[in-house]
């Protein structure tokens, strides 16, 4: 797209993506109610923030500890049961910085060690209430990525299975980033084979498989993703 055209409203950007979403869905034979849609909003203003919740948007994910606590005025905010939004941490988690993770977010989707694991467990032991977390799988082989490899998922499964305040709902992942969108599949369709592989180890109803950003949804809703995490394709380009 020509970058001169005006940058498109958000409920127009909101619907665009709704309707790619759900043809990917149908060519999957998949409804695309199964898939839900995490708004990026790591640079995002509060005000739009507010503007996405009334367009019925419910769930966000921010990267970083410290961004999510300067908004934290829309994380304090208290919705109606049926309204209230579920926050996700998708970036990488010090472990200094693990208490206010949990006091601030209602899933962590980038628990990448044992260690980290533990730190979350011990402070929902400490909350007496169990912490919802992802396992981050690195499945690209750059350097720069995060996660866990995926050879280390299932001996990792077992021994995180030993502590109660950790509720691991499934598995999130990054494909590295192609001109061709076709190429993500393989690494997509990977994430797949070990999500179902280790789906007892997911002790919810809905396990979660956090795989899919603007660039690749698509190919990712293709290959069974069950949300897709959004941000320019919502919000628009991040200065
Ligand atoms: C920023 C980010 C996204 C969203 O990226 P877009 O390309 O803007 O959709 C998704 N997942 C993670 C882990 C991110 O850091």
């Not at 996405?52 to 500890?65: I, K, T, Y």
């Not at 981050?136 to 050879?151: C, F, H, L, R």
Request: proline share 5%.
């Amino acid at each position: 797209m020509p970058n001169s055209l005006a940058p498109i409203s958000f409920p127009c950007a909101l619907g665009l993506v709704k309707e790619r979403l759900a043809a990917a869905a149908k060519r999957a034979k998949r409804s695309a109610e199964e898939i839900d849609i995490l708004a990026v909003t790591k640079t995002i203003s509060a005000e739009r923030m507010e503007e996405a919740l009334a367009l019925g948007l419910r769930q966000f994910g921010e990267s970083r500890v410290q961004e999510a606590d300067k908004k934290r005025e829309i994380f304090a905010a208290r919705f109606p049961p049926d309204k209230a939004p579920r926050w996700h941490l998708i970036g990488h988690l010090q472990s200094n910085k693990v208490r206010r993770a949990v006091a601030l977010f209602d899933c962590i989707q980038s628990v990448d060690s044992l260690k980290l694991a533990e730190l979350l467990a011990a402070e929902g032991e400490r909350r007496a209430h169990p912490i919802s977390c992802l396992v981050e799988v690195k499945i690209s082989n750059e350097a720069t990525k995060q996660g866990m490899p995926p050879d280390n998922l299932a001996p990792f499964l077992e021994r995180a299975a030993r502590l109660s305040f950790l509720r691991i709902e499934g598995l999130m992942g990054v494909a590295p980033l192609f001109k061709d969108v076709e190429k993500t599949r393989p690494y997509f369709s990977a994430l797949r084979t070990l999500f179902e592989r280790n789906k007892n180890a997911f002790l919810v109803d809905r396990p979660i498989l956090s795989m899919g950003m603007s660039q690749d949804f698509e190919v990712a809703v293709e290959e069974g993703s069950t949300m897709v995490r959004l941000g320019s394709a919502l919000f628009g380009a991040r200065s």
